[in-house]
């Protein structure tokens, strides 16, 4: 069981943000990635297509034997994270781990959130987080260009066209003085450079992909399940359409060769 992978998915690139951190601190283990690029963006979808697609997105990684599923997605996560607990293996989502650490990271109490439509309908984050701290202010946000900007490749810090739609989206959540922004789609981690550069220096920005990826490390070790093997772990990615982009794309945010994707008819399983 030690030996199998650690299953990830997500819609797209997003997921990759949980990848990257996998990487570096659990280098042993085995990953097997799954991005529904044929079907990006979930974050405006129907919680009945959400469910559908987790459940197809599951069942693959279980083709693949994995030992553990990451939804490495906030849309899933949020609205639909009981798909989650039909699994016969442990499942983690990105919310739980982000609000933890959120709630560690306030000082003034003021936490904002941003997400895609459906994960900010669904107030999951606001939940959890009052949850942990029923005095806290929250305020979220809907920032759905997000993810198409991040897919088509164009997040690097001096991007115009990202710059222009963040600060559309994220001033008003500077003025409201947060001193916490969960950045609560694993799409968003990727644009870090132009969300601090409106942002500015001062608050804590929560990475989803990096707090998922420590809860995962810790329920790994907590269950017995991490690979004893120190280094070369092997990451194998899957997507359900073109190859190509995904590969070029995954590697410039990875910053290493993504040479093993294929492509998989997700409405098979
Ligand atoms: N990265 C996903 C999330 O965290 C999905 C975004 C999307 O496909 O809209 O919500």
Redesign the pocket.
């Known amino acids: 069981m030690k030996e199998r992978a650690i299953g990830v998915f997500?819609?797209?690139l997003?997921?990759l943000t949980v990848v990257r951190e996998l990487l570096a601190a659990l280098p042993g283990e085995d990953i097997v990635y799954f991005g529904d690029t044929g079907r990006?963006?979930?974050?405006?979808r129907s919680r009945e297509a959400l469910e559908e697609y987790a459940r197809q997105d599951q069942r693959f990684l279980l083709s693949q034997d994995v030992k553990l599923v990451i939804a490495?997605?906030?849309?899933?996560?949020?609205v639909v994270p009981y798909v989650g607990e039909e699994l016969p293996v442990p499942f983690l989502g990105?919310v739980s781990p982000a609000a933890d650490a959120a709630v560690q990271a306030t000082r003034n109490g003021k936490i904002g959130v941003i997400?895609?439509i459906?994960?900010i309908a669904s107030k999951a984050y606001g939940r959890e987080l009052l949850k942990r701290s029923p005095g806290l202010t929250i305020s979220e946000r809907a920032c759905?260009l997000f993810?198409p900007l991040v897919e088509a490749g164009w997040f690097g810090e001096s991007d115009e066209v990202a710059l222009l739609t963040a600060r559309r989206y994220l001033e008003g959540l500077k003025e409201e003085g947060v001193d916490t922004l969960i950045l609560?789609?694993?799409?968003?981690p990727i644009l870090t450079g132009v969300i601090r550069r409106v942002m500015g220096e001062e608050p804590v920005l929560i990475n989803?992909g990096k707090t998922a990826a420590a809860a995962a490390g810790a329920l790994l070790r907590e269950k017995g399940l991490l690979n004893p093997r120190a280094a070369g772990g092997r990451c194998r990615y899957f997507v359900s359409d073109r190859t190509e982009d995904f590969a070029r794309l995954a590697g410039v945010f990875l910053s290493r060769p993504v040479d093993e994707v294929q492509r998989v008819d997700i409405t098979a399983y």
């Open positions: 997500d819609s797209g997003g997921g990006v963006p979930y974050g405006s490495a997605c906030g849309t899933v996560s949020s990105v997400g895609t459906a994960t759905p993810v609560g789609c694993t799409h968003y989803t």
